[in-house]
């Protein structure tokens, strides 16, 4: 055997070790952000089904609005924290900890706006999201098309929805209110197939850095809430 020749194989693949070790922590990193995921869907729609199916948590809800704005007001701190504060977002446990709380004060939120709405409703539009995004999964795994180039388009564009959404709210026209639930269906759809692919770290772009599961999970969880709400709204007729 000649050792010159050994090393000189090795060499021609100098990567070869670092490739693999790279695809298995994108890998690991995939696989941990959507058990997280699950863990938080579970969560979210197991406290909507309880304001739905319990006629007295329903009728309390709906008694005490101030539930909504508390709620709301738990979430939007808890996600400037995670959005803004890298070091927190990063550190175990505590990153766990502020997660589950903003999954539970957002689930809290869900439900009492799912109060408001028929249980076979909820139903249908749960069911919906659920096959719409477990196809927007699959599609964006095994397509060869590279969509994370259209996230500056899609932050413009839900810049420009914010405006037609006042707009229907104050004109309170049905054809102004279909448009913008079916338009911000169709943009929150884009954005779950954007943020898998840069999970998956396969885009033109780049990908999410493995240290940022949290910030990758809340993404996800994000599209999918928001593209339930909107066919949540779809359903019961812009309620």
């Not at 229907?168 to 898998?196: H, K, M, N, P």
Request: aromatic share 12%; hydrophobic share 50%; charged share 15%.
């Amino acid at each position: 055997m000649d050792p010159s020749g050994a090393m000189e194989t090795d060499l021609e693949h100098p990567d070869t070790e670092f490739g693999f070790s790279e695809k298995s922590i994108r890998l690991g990193f995939v696989r941990k952000v959507f058990a997280i995921l699950m863990v938080q869907l579970l969560i979210t729609f197991g406290i909507i089904a309880i304001y739905v199916l319990s006629e007295d948590v329903r009728t309390f809800s709906i008694d005490h609005p101030e539930m909504i704005y508390t709620s709301m007001g738990i979430t939007i701190a808890v996600y400037i924290v995670l959005l803004c504060c890298g070091n927190i977002r990063r550190k175990f446990p505590t990153n766990i900890i502020l997660l589950g709380i903003y999954t539970i004060c957002q689930g809290l939120l869900l439900g009492s706006v799912a109060a408001y709405y028929q249980a076979d409703e909820v139903l249908y539009a749960t069911a919906i999201c659920a096959i719409i995004c477990l196809g927007l999964t699959l599609f964006a795994f095994q397509t060869k098309l590279d969509f994370t180039w259209t996230y500056s388009l899609l932050v413009v564009i839900s810049l420009n929805m914010i405006i037609f959404g006042i707009m229907a709210a104050i004109w309170q026209s049905r054809i102004l209110e279909t448009t913008y639930t079916v338009l911000g269906a169709l943009l929150f759809s884009l954005y779950l197939v954007v943020d898998i692919q840069l999970i998956m770290g396969n885009g033109k772009y780049g990908g999410i850095s493995p240290e940022e599961y949290i910030f990758a999970a809340l993404l996800v969880y994000l599209d999918i809430i928001n593209l339930f709400l909107f066919i949540l709204r779809l359903v019961g007729g812009g309620k």
